[in-house]
């Protein structure tokens, strides 16, 4: 895992506070709050879930660059080069 080779891991899920430890890894993370702060400090924000709770525009606005693997960026209209589809 990144973890491992000294990447810093941050989530945020309304749905899931904590995660659970899986059966090969132990992540022991809980949710962060998304501010411009965090999305700004960020190397990449990676989009896994589209939930319909996010502003994916302020997202995109804040983070320096967004993998976007669910097409949840597909409205957003400024910011488009920060956006990478997978």
Same mark, same amino acid.
Request: charged share 30%; glycine share 4%.
């Given at each position: ?24 890894? =132990?992540? %022991? ?7 411009? $702060? ?10 896994? /879930? =589209?939930? %319909? ?7 995109? $606005? ?10 949840? /960026? ?13």
């Amino acid at each position: 895992m990144r973890q491992e080779k000294g990447a810093e891991i941050f989530y945020n899920d309304p749905m899931i506070p904590k995660l659970k430890p899986g059966r090969k890894h =132990d992540f %022991s993370l809980s949710s962060t709050p998304l501010s411009e $702060e965090v999305l700004k400090s960020m190397d990449l924000v990676m989009i896994l /879930t =589209d939930h %319909s709770d996010y502003d994916y525009q302020w997202i995109v $606005e804040n983070a320096q660059l967004v993998l976007d693997t669910r097409n949840a /960026t597909k409205d957003v209209t400024v910011g488009r080069e920060k956006i990478v589809k997978a």
